[in-house]
C-alpha cells in the first residue's frame, strides 16, 4: 500500500518534520490543524474564527485527494481554555453537522500562545 503525502505549505510542517494530511489506501489522515490563514501566517484573536479557519484549512487539504468534510469519520479537538469550546459550536456544526464524526475535545497547550484550537481529523473516503 502506498503512501501519500499532502502539504499546506504550512513553515511549521517544514521545521517540525510532518505533512498535513497522509493518505494510505481510503484514509486521510489530517494532522492537528490550527487556525492560521497559510496564505499570509495571520491568525485571528477569535477562537470562533480560529476554528472557521481551522476547518478550512482541513477542507483544502481533504480537497486535494478527492474527500471533503462529509468523508470525516474522527475529530479531536484541542483547546488552551475549555470554556471556549461552547462558542466554537455553531462553527463545528455547520462545517461537520453532516458528517456527525466521532469526537473528543481535551484541553492542553498548543505551540504558539495565539492558537487557541486545533483540530485533527481522519477521513475514509468512498463512504456511502
Known sequence: MQRQRISSGSRYEEDIGYSRAVVVGDWVLVSGTTGFDYADMTISDDVVAQAEQCLKNIATALAQVDCTLDDVVRV?????????????WPVLRRYLGKAKPAAMMITAGLLDPRMKIEIEVTACRGLI
Open 76 to 88: 479531536n479537538y484541542v483547546l488552551p481554555n475549555g470554556n471556549d469550546f461552547e462558542a466554537c
